[in-house]
């Protein structure tokens, strides 16, 4: 993405700094061959000065080199990295740029020293609603700020969303800020801004505090799992979906525990189980036949057992035995009602 070697860029930079100085940068932002940054308090006990002092020769360093004709020298290599961060949307989550700008580990650091350095770029540091993020345009950073926080609004708690019609939602609110026909890849970059939303592992975007983004355990492995199966699964296929969609090992009796435990989780059959968001009710066979009737008022017994069998996986016999139970009254006319 970048026409130059970063670290011949860096190298000239720091080439006009007294010795100290230059180490300074060198050890803060990690620009030496092997590549660790140091904190301003191990930098500070090794001259025997404090850590308030060497931020200062930090900020210091800074503005020389700013100042300096090497500076002045890398002017079109400034408006390369320019234009490398406005290709990827003007407004950028450090991570993003740190994936996509570098061409090797080694350059990570010594394109964040530019970044750092280069009067073009302005950072805003990681806060509660969004990451570390670098920018080339102040109005645009705002616009883009305010979308996404009014994009969270609008998610329900637990709404999971496909990235297309997510990116499209996100459009709208972009638009509302004067923000316009950006491509769909540049727009997903800038989703990846916030600490509030977020993609599951299947591509699908909600708020980060939903179970159903932010994966922790087996249970949200299998909620997405049957999530993207569709239908009710045996807890053995469950884990196995774990498996082949998340490449997660998962133990098909240790499966079948999360799954008793969670109460998005209906057991629908003999292993069988279904997601309560699909409409299947909880409970035995007797407690569905309570609440069908609860709905609907008496049925004929025929009308009991399909009603049934749209939210269990049992034989007619199994609900006519339940029919028999005394919470159940059978009327005139045949059919069943709750007993008073």
């Avoid at 620009?31 to 006990?45: M, N, V």
């Avoid at 299947?280 to 009991?304: A, F, N, Q």
Wanted: hydrophobic content about 35%; proline content about 4%; overall charge neutral.
């Amino acid at each position: 993405m970048l026409s130059f070697q970063p670290k011949n860029v860096t190298k000239e930079l720091l080439a006009g700094l007294p010795e100290r100085s230059r180490k300074v940068l060198t050890d803060r932002f990690g620009l030496s061959p092997k590549g660790e940054s140091r904190t301003l308090d191990a930098i500070g006990q090794e001259y025997g000065i404090t850590r308030e002092r060497i931020r200062q020769i930090e900020n210091h360093s800074v503005a020389v080199v700013r100042e300096s004709e090497s500076y002045a020298a890398q002017n079109q290599n400034w408006e390369d990295l320019k234009r490398a961060l406005g290709t990827l949307g003007g407004v950028v989550a450090e991570e993003v740029i740190l994936e996509h700008v570098p061409k090797n580990e080694a350059d990570r650091n010594h394109v964040l020293f530019l970044l750092t350095v280069g009067h073009h770029f302005n950072d805003r540091r990681e806060d509660a609603d969004f990451k570390t993020r670098w920018h080339v345009d102040e109005a645009l950073a705002d616009s883009v700020e305010r979308a996404l926080s009014n994009l969270y609004e609008s998610i329900e708690a637990s709404k999971l969303t496909p990235e297309e019609e997510f990116v499209e939602q996100f459009a709208k609110f972009l638009k509302q800020e004067g923000v316009k026909n950006r491509p769909p890849e540049q727009m997903t970059r800038w989703l990846l801004i916030s600490k509030r939303i977020g993609k599951n592992p299947l591509g699908e975007w909600g708020r980060m505090e939903s179970p159903h983004v932010r994966i922790k355990n087996t249970r949200d492995f299998a909620y997405l799992t049957l999530k993207r199966h569709g239908s009710p699964m045996h807890f053995i296929e469950v884990a196995k979906g774990i498996e082949k969609l998340f490449g997660r090992e998962a133990h098909p009796a240790t499966t079948h525990n999360e799954l008793i435990k969670d109460s998005r989780f209906v057991l629908v059959g003999r292993g069988l189980y279904a997601l309560k968001e699909w409409g299947y009710e909880p409970g035995v066979v007797r407690d569905v036949i309570k609440g069908i009737v609860e709905r609907e008022g008496p049925l004929s017994r025929e009308d009991i057992i399909e009603r049934v069998k749209r939210e269990r996986y049992v034989k007619d016999a199994t609900i006519a035995v339940n029919l028999q139970n005394p919470m159940f009254a059978r009327l005139p006319d045949g059919r069943y009602a709750l007993a008073k």
